[in-house]
Each structure stands twice: as structure tokens, then as C-alpha cells.
């Protein structure tokens, strides 16, 4: 860019005249980059519009306008909130993860810790039920029992069940078969298309009446464009995304690929005015002018940018990715506004969209207490924060920051994110609990510390911090798991903690008469079978709340384990040979395909009686959180259901996270 021109806050398309902003004779560069944003926010508008009817469906309930908002603590009353255990369920407390200074549980301690669980928190009193359960096949039956009772249709009258809207993707199925066909891990092909209509519309504001050889000029101003839009999709409080339904983490590949197209458009500018310099031969006189020193600069800092953004850098040098981020950007801005002021009115509302979000995620900062432990079979550390016990939605995450020096010199400076494992307002007492893998230096610190955990008589073996916590965020958007009538939960070695937040919730809105589900299938695939013993008492609570009243929706839960002993352990086989009905632990993959069509199935049975219809199935969730080969099997295996059982069920509805993506 040559001139500097206005400093309006938003550029007014009569005022920005100058010959500066034109490429050719007359042509208002300013005002064509404006209509091309203004494009954009018409684009942004029809995806508002397709998620409008799910929103208001969600926002009917009075809940939803509250939950998942901010973190804090309430005080139950006694109907809801039964007496908080005097100790917590065996899996998560320290008293099964020390192995060395515990005894390692017997293949009966899953019984007696699970019915302490239910005893103590509340789930249920009926905790034998878990001894007659018998199985998928006679819970349905029961199931249909309860469904065609009059005391159960009287019982239906009082239920406060979520309202079911499918995603308009769900109404159009032949569309999201498409859609969700894998072009590579993480990128599919509907998520492709919106990179495509985006870089079209790029392509069209850059070369519309320009050519980027001999006149670069214009492509200076679709880089500058574009800071708004990159900066809005990089926000932790989403506006974008609260208007789709969409978490932050699902608009950041977007937030990629636009700070790519402004890099590639800045390197076009500065590379089309150094090759008419040097043709003219004055690239020395110009190069010393201030404006082109900072757009050098800034030229400098939007490649660093690119470089010390690639997925190598995320993956291996996070913390140096984030610093150079920060700093990379900074210094983009600064000297994009002194190289030409016409970029005033978007970084002002780049600015403004960032100081909003620093100032929302400060509002959304708790400073507590949180307790440490270590989970060895899972090489995780449980966080556990008392002080915190509502405000979020099952499948949302919070940043963690924690205040000791156990975590290294620095380690307070780190924020990592995890997914919320426990229900907000949990009958049980619980808090806000974290399952923390063991992965790199913050999380291998994090397990030490817990690992030097003292003992005392209430809490075992635990270590107290001080912690930040910052949150909820993301989450199911405007889908509410409960409104539909069969869930699959799909997790992948620490994607338990996804599933098991949204298998809690689920369960606690059945018992509130608030969910539609009738089955849930939740299926964990795990490298080592003694993965499963520390969540063994967790998993037959869950399994015995499940089956221990007449609506209760039915929970199976199958353990895939693909490292395969000759000889396992002795107290792990023993416990494997004796685990309660419901739970099946197996060697191998798991069967995605035929367990998606039996929950589909069964979801869909439930509204039949005979050759009668009792009512119509709402569809059925799937979500998957773990690696991303196991999303993509996932993704497959929902693609591949036949479209008349699809029909049937109402629709079958995928949701994925993957961390780290
Ligand atoms: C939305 C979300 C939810 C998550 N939930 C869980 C969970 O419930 N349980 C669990 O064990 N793990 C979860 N993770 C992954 C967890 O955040 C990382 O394993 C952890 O941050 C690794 O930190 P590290 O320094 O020990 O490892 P590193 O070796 O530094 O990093 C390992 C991986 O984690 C990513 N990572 C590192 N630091 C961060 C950060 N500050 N923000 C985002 N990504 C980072 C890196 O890209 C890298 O791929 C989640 C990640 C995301 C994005």
C-alpha cells in the first residue's frame, strides 16, 4: 500500500477517494475488499440461519441459557444432592493408584466400591440390581415393558424430556454422506468445501480487475482485509461460534487456512512491488523509505508466523508455537498500521474482538483449590476441584493453569486444556474432576507431583495446588445429547473423559426425566487391559444405576484392549474373569459397524410394539473423542449405515473431538 488515507473506524466507502487505493483508473480498492467481508458475514448469516431452529429449540429450555456459560459453585439441596461420599469412588481416588503402597484390588473390589459409590453419592440405593442385570437383549425387554405400562405412561406425563430438532445436515441425508467422506485425517470433504468457497472469494478479491504481477497493490489490501476474520476465529469466546453452534476448536482449522491466504497475500504484495523496483532499479531508494521498512518488517513477521505455526512446531514445541505466535502477531499488527494506516479499521476491530475475548476468558477464570492424583494403570493424574461443581455441559473443557513450583520454574505459565470428566450439579457431590494423560513435560510434572501426594484420612493419597481455571468451552453447540433415543460413545485411550462426562450427564438427566435416550452403548478402546481396573467401580455404578429403575436408560459398556498378553497379570485376569453384566472386556478392535447398527436397532425397537408404532425414534448420537484414526473409523462406520435404517432411527448424528487437532 503507498498512502496512508483515513482513519475512520469503519472505512466508508465514499470517503476512501484516494489514489492510493486504486489499482486502476478509478477502481476502489478499499471499497472492494470491504464488499468482500461484507460478502463473507452474508455467508456466515445462511449457516446462522440453517442453526436456527436447533438454537431455538435449545434455548426453549431455561437451563441452557445458564449452563455451559460460567464456572461455579452451588450448594445442592438434599433431594437433589445426596450425601457427599465420605470416599470417593475407588477409580479416581488415590487408594488404587499407588500400587506400591496399596494392595492391588482384588477381582471383587469393583462390587464393593461401586456399591459404596452408589451408597455414599447418592446414584442409587439399589445397587444389587447390578448382580440381575443380565443383559442388552432383557433390558429391552424390560425397557418395552416400562414404555407400554400405564403407571409408566403416567410416569412419562411428569417428565421434563428435551425437545428434539434434528441438524438440517440430518435432513439431508445424502448431503452429510458426502460431507463426511475423509479426504485426509481431520479435513472432510464438507469441511474442504468451505475452504474452497472461502479461497474462491479470496481469488475474486484478488484478481477481480487486478493483476497481482503489476499491480500488488491490491493484494496489500486483501491481507488487511483478512486480520479480522483471522483474529475472530482464533477467540477462546467465540462469537462466530456461538452464533453456529460450533465450538472454537471446530472453527480452528478455518482460523488456519485464512492466516494462510493473508501470509500468501502479504508475500504477493511485497514480492510484486520488490520486482517493479528492481525492474525500475530503485528497490534501494525504496527499501529505505520508513512505510517500506515496516511493511518489510511485517512481511518478516507473517512468514515467522507460518513457520513456527506448522503442525510439526504444534505438536513438538506447543509453548515455542504459542510465544511466536504472540510475538509474531504483535509485531504484524504494529507495523502493518504504520506501513499503511488504511489497515486502521481492521486491526481496531481486531483489537476489539481480542480485548473482548482476554476480557471474557477473565470473567470465565476461577482461582481455587484442586486435589492431585495419580492414576497409575492410566498413566493419568485426576484433578479434582471441589470448589467448582456447575455451569458447564457434558463434552465441554476448561484451561487449566496450575500454581505450584512441582511444575517447573515456568510451569505456571502453561494453560492446557482438558476435558471436564464429572456432571456439573452431580447428585453425588462431585466437583469438577479432570483426567490428565501423561504426554509431554507439563502433563509428566503434573502425574510427579501427584505422585508425592501425602496421605490423609479423608482424602488417601492427594496432593492440594492452587489452580486457575478457565472455562467451559466448547461442547455439543446447540445439540442436546439428551433429545435423542440412542447414543453411541466412541473414546480412544484419554478420550474416556469426553465420554464419560457426556455418559454421566446423560444418565443424571434420565434420572431428572430429562432425557429421551433409551440406550446408551459407550465403547473404550485401550491398548492394556488393566486400563479398565481403575475405572472399574465407576463403570458398575454406572451400569447398576442404569438398570436399577424402570426408565433408566440401558448402558452397555465394551473395553477393546489391542496389546494382547499371553499372560496378563494375575489380578488383572482375575478381575476380567469376573466383571458385572454389562461390561465386556475383549482383545482386539472394536467392532464400530455392527455396534452402531444394533444401537440403531435397538433405539429404533423401543417405538415398536409388534407391528404397532409407539411413537418415533429421535435419532441416534454418535460421538467419538481419541485419535484420529479412530474418528475416521468412526466417521466410516456412521457413513456406512444403510440410509433405510438411518431413516428409521430418525437420523444418526455424528459429534467428534479429537484433542489436539
Ligand atoms: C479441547 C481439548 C481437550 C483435551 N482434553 C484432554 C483430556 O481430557 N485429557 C487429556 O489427557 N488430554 C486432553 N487434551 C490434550 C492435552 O491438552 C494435552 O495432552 C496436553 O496439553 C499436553 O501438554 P504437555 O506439555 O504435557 O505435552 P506436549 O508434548 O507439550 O504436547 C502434546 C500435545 O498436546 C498439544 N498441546 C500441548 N500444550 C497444549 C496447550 N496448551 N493447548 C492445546 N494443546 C496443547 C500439542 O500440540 C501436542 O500435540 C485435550 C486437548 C484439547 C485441545
Known amino acids: 500500500m503507498s498512502s496512508p488515507v483515513v482513519a475512520a473506524a469503519i472505512p466508508s466507502v465514499s470517503t476512501l477517494k484516494s489514489a492510493a487505493q486504486t489499482s486502476t483508473a478509478g477502481f476502489d480498492n478499499a471499497n472492494l475488499v470491504f464488499n468482500v467481508d461484507l460478502f463473507l458475514v452474508a455467508f456466515v448469516a445462511l449457516f446462522f440461519l440453517l442453526s436456527l431452529p436447533r438454537a431455538v429449540v435449545r434455548y426453549t429450555h431455561s437451563s441452557e441459557w445458564f449452563d455451559g456459560q460460567l464456572l461455579r459453585y452451588v450448594t445442592l439441596s438434599k433431594s437433589r444432592r445426596s450425601h457427599r461420599p465420605e470416599t470417593l469412588p475407588a477409580p479416581l481416588t488415590a487408594a488404587h493408584t499407588h500400587t506400591s503402597r496399596t494392595p492391588t484390588p482384588t477381582s471383587t473390589d469393583w462390587l464393593n466400591d461401586s456399591e459404596k459409590y452408589m451408597d455414599n453419592g447418592g446414584y442409587t440405593s439399589a445397587s444389587h440390581a447390578v448382580l440381575n442385570r443380565s443383559g442388552s437383549g432383557s433390558s429391552q425387554a424390560h425397557l418395552l415393558r416400562n414404555y407400554s405400562s400405564s403407571s409408566g405412561r403416567a410416569r412419562r406425563a411428569h417428565l421434563n424430556l428435551q425437545s428434539h430438532m434434528p441438524n438440517w ?134 512468514d515467522a508466523l507460518i513457520l513456527f505455526s ?52 477473565l470473567v470465565k477464570t476461577r482461582y481455587t483449590v484442586a486435589r492431585l492424583c495419580a492414576l497409575s494403570e492410566l498413566n493419568m493424574t485426576r484433578v479434582e476441584v471441589q470448589g467448582i461443581n456447575a455451569g458447564w455441559r457434558a463434552g465441554q473443557h476448561v484451561r487449566l493453569r496450575i ?99 457426556v455418559l454421566q450427564d446423560l444418565l443424571q438427566k434420565d434420572l431428572e426425566g430429562r432425557s429421551r435416550l433409551k440406550c446408551i452403548e459407550l465403547v473404550w478402546s485401550v491398548q492394556d487391559p488393566s486400563a479398565v481396573l481403575p475405572l472399574l467401580p465407576l463403570f458398575s455404578a454406572l451400569l447398576a444405576q442404569s438398570s436399577s429403575r424402570p426408565y433408566y436408560t440401558t448402558v452397555n459398556i465394551s473395553v477393546s484392549y489391542t496389546r494382547c498378553f499371553s499372560n496378563p497379570p494375575e489380578h488383572v485376569s482375575k478381575t476380567l474373569s469376573r466383571l458385572p ?76 473431538e479429537v484433542f489436539g487437532s
Open 169 to 302: 445436515t440430518t435432513m439431508l441425508p445424502q448431503l452429510s454422506w458426502i460431507t463426511r467422506i475423509s479426504l485426509r485425517p481431520g479435513l472432510t470433504i464438507g469441511g474442504a468445501s468451505i475452504l474452497i468457497a472461502y479461497f474462491a472469494v479470496m481469488l475474486y478479491a484478488g484478481l477481480y480487475m487486478s493483476n497481482p504481477f503489476t499491480q500488488p497493490l491490491r493484494t496489500g489490501y486483501v491481507a488487511i482485509s483478512q486480520i479480522p476474520v483471522v483474529v475472530l476465529l482464533a477467540t477462546k469466546v467465540n462469537v462466530l461460534g456461538m452464533l453456529l453452534g460450533a465450538a472454537y476448536t471446530r472453527l480452528n482449522y478455518l482460523h488456519r487456512f485464512a492466516g494462510r491466504l493473508l501470509v500468501l497475500a502479504v508475500n504477493i504484495h511485497a514480492i510484486g512491488y520488490f520486482y517493479s523496483w528492481s525492474l525500475a532499479g530503485t528497490f534501494t531508494t525504496q527499501m529505505a523509505k520508513p512505510m517500506h521498512v515496516y511493511g518489510f518488517v511485517a512481511l518478516l513477521a507473517a
Open 310 to 361: 506448522t503442525d510439526f512446531m504444534r505438536r513438538q514445541y506447543y509453548g515455542t508455537f504459542i510465544v511466536m505466535h504472540v510475538i509474531g502477531v504483535v509485531t504484524f499488527l504494529v507495523t502493518v498500521f504504520m506501513h499503511s494506516t488504511d489497515s486502521a479499521p481492521y486491526i481496531l476491530f481486531a483489537l476489539a474482538a481480542y480485548m473482548f475475548d482476554r476480557l471474557m476468558r
Open 581 to 656: 453384566p454389562g461390561l465386556t472386556v475383549t482383545p482386539g478392535r472394536p467392532k464400530l459397524q455392527s455396534t452402531l447398527a444394533s444401537v440403531v436397532d435397538r433405539a429404533c425397537a423401543l417405538f415398536h410394539r409388534g407391528r404397532e408404532n409407539v411413537g418415533a425414534p429421535a435419532g441416534v448420537l454418535v460421538t467419538v473423542c481419541g485419535p484420529q484414526g479412530l474418528a475416521e473409523d468412526v466417521r466410516k462406520a456412521v457413513r456406512r449405515i444403510e440410509p433405510e435404517r438411518r431413516k428409521r432411527a430418525g437420523g444418526v448424528e455424528l459429534h467428534d
Open 403 to 501: 500454581l505450584s513450583r512441582g511444575l517447573g520454574l515456568f510451569g505456571w505459565m502453561e494453560c492446557h486444556p482438558f476435558t471436564i470428566a464429572s456432571v456439573s450439579k452431580s447428585h453425588n457431590g462431585e466437583g469438577l474432576i479432570l483426567m490428565c494423560k501423561k504426554t509431554g513435560m507439563w502433563t509428566s510434572r503434573l502425574y510427579d507431583l501427584a505422585r508425592r501426594a501425602e496421605y490423609s484420612e479423608t482424602n488417601g493419597y492427594s496432593q492440594e495446588v492452587k489452580v486457575l481455571v478457565e472455562g467451559p468451552y466448547g461442547g455439543p453447540g446447540h445439540t442436546l445429547y439428551s433429545s435423542f433415543s440412542g447414543a453411541l460413545l466412541v473414546a480412544g485411550g484419554s478420550g474416556i473423559t469426553f465420554a464419560l462426562g
